[in-house]
C-alpha cells in the first residue's frame, strides 16, 4: 500500500504561508460535481469583501470539456452558487461554495440531479421531510490496496473490526476525527461516525437534514474528506463492494420522516410509505445508484447485511431488509424508516428526489 507523495511535502514549513493575513480579501473555493456525477471539482477565486449570505457569491465558469460536461466547441459551463459553508482548510473569513452546473443554455447539466430535486422538495415542503444519510466509505492507498491491510493476503475475518477499538482493529482514526472535526468547522449537519464492520471501512452521519438541504451537506461533507485524505495522502473511495467475497460492502442508508410520521401514532404513516416503496422498487433501484443499479448489483446479494436487489422487503429490526423500521420506531409507534438499499456511491439528490415522489407526492409512473 502507497502513501502519495504531495502528503510527505513538509507541513509546518506550509504552516508559515498559510498563517500569513490576507488583509481584508477573501478566498472562495466553488465546489461541483463533474460529469461522472461521482467526482467532485473545485477552483478559487478573491473576492473583496466577506460575503455574507449565499447571494453574495458570484455566478462564475469553467471548461466543462475537461471535466466530462461538454464537447470542446461549446466548452463554458455556468457555476451557480447554491450552499456556503465555512473552509475548514484555508480557515475563517474563506468559504466552501457548493454550486450547481448550468450548461452554455442555462439548462441543468446531465450529471446536475440538484435541479429537479429541488421541484420535487418544494412541492412537498409542507410535509416537512427529514433525511439522514449513513455515508460508508474505505481507505485505500493510491495503489488502490485497502489501507493497512498486508500487502499479501487478508486481514483476518470480519467480527473484531465494527465500532473497533485497537491499533489492530481500525485503520486510519486519524482521517475520521479530523474529517468530523471540519465537518463541525465547516457548518456541516454531521451527526457521528463509526468504524465498519470490513477494516479500513468507515461511516460518518449527516442529518437530520430538511429537504434539498441534505444532498448539498452530504456533497460537501464529501468534499471534505477526499480533501483530508489528500491531505493525509490516501484515498476515500465510495465504491459498493470495493473489495469482492466475505467483506461486507458500502453502502448510504436513508433513513426519511415526514412531520406526520414523527408525530403519535406516525407509525402509520411510515407503513403507507412502505407499502408505497413495495410497488416502486425497480425504479427506487435505478437512482439509487450512478450506474442505474449495476454498481448495487455487486453489493446488495441478500448477504452481508443487504436485501437481494431483485426482492422488495421490509421489517421492524431487520438488516437483511429493504427498508428497516428501527426497533425503538416500532415501540414509539412513531419516528422514521431507514431504505437500506442507496449505494455508497449515490447522488443524494437522487435518492431524497426519489423517497418524496413516491412517498409524498405519490407518483406511480415508472
Ligand atoms: P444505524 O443504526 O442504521 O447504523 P445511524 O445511527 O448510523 O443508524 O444513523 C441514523 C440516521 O438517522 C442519522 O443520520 C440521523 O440523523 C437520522 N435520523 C434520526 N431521526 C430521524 C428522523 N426523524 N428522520 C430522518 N432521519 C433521522
Ligand atoms: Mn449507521
Ligand atoms: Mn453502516
Ligand atoms: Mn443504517
Not at 457548518?187 to 449527516?206: C, D, H, L, R
Request: with cysteine; aromatic share 10%.
Amino acid at each position: 500500500m502507497s502513501v502519495a507523495v504531495s502528503s510527505k511535502l513538509n507541513k509546518t514549513v506550509r504552516e508559515q504561508y498559510l498563517k500569513l493575513p490576507q488583509d481584508g480579501k477573501v478566498q472562495v473555493t466553488y465546489v461541483w460535481i463533474d460529469g461522472t456525477g461521482e467526482g467532485l471539482r473545485c477552483k478559487t477565486k478573491t473576492l473583496d469583501s466577506e460575503p455574507r449570505t449565499i447571494k453574495d457569491i458570484p455566478e462564475w465558469n469553467f471548461d466543462g470539456s475537461s471535466t466530462f460536461q461538454a464537447e470542446g466547441s461549446n466548452s463554458d459551463m455556468f457555476l451557480i452558487p447554491v450552499r456556503m459553508f465555512r473552509d475548514p482548510f484555508l480557515l475563517d473569513p474563506n468559504k466552501l461554495i457548493l454550486c450547481e452546473v448550468l450548461k452554455y443554455n442555462r439548462k441543468p447539466a446531465e450529471s446536475n440531479l440538484r435541479h429537479t430535486c429541488n421541484e420535487a422538495m418544494d412541492k412537498a415542503k409542507d410535509a416537512h421531510p427529514w433525511f439522514g444519510l449513513e455515508q460508508e466509505y474505505t481507505l485505500l492507498g493510491i495503489d488502490r490496496h485497502p489501507y493497512g491491510w498486508p500487502q499479501n493476503g487478508f486481514p483476518g475475518p470480519q467480527g473484531p473490526y465494527y465500532c473497533g477499538v485497537g491499533a489492530d482493529k481500525v485503520y486510519g482514526r486519524d482521517i475520521v476525527e479530523a474529517h468530523y472535526k471540519a465537518c463541525l468547522y465547516a457548518g456541516v449537519k454531521i451527526s457521528g461516525t463509526n468504524a465498519e464492520v470490513m477494516p479500513s471501512q468507515w461511516e460518518y452521519q449527516v442529518g437530520p437534514c430538511e429537504g434539498i438541504e441534505m444532498g448539498d451537506h452530504l456533497w460537501i461533507a464529501r468534499y471534505i474528506l477526499h480533501r483530508i485524505c489528500e491531505d493525509f495522502g490516501v484515498v476515500a473511495t465510495f465504491d459498493p463492494k470495493p473489495i469482492t467475497g466475505n467483506w461486507n460492502g458500502a453502502g448510504c442508508h436513508a433513513n426519511f420522516s415526514t412531520e406526520a410520521m414523527r408525530k403519535k401514532g406516525g407509525l402509520q404513516y411510515i407503513e403507507e410509505a412502505i407499502e408505497k416503496l413495495s410497488k416502486r422498487h425497480a425504479y427506487h433501484i435505478r437512482v439509487y445508484d450512478p450506474k442505474g443499479g449495476l454498481d448495487n448489483s455487486r453489493r446488495l446479494t441478500g448477504q452481508h447485511e443487504t436485501s437481494n436487489i431483485h426482492d422488495f422487503s421490509a421489517g421492524v429490526a431487520n438488516r437483511g431488509a429493504s427498508i428497516r423500521i428501527p426497533r425503538q420506531v416500532g415501540q414509539d409507534h412513531c419516528g422514521y424508516f431507514e431504505d437500506r438499499r442507496p449505494a455508497a456511491n449515490c447522488d443524494p439528490y437522487a435518492v431524497t428526489e426519489a423517497l418524496i415522489r413516491t412517498c409524498v407526492l405519490n407518483e406511480t409512473e415508472n
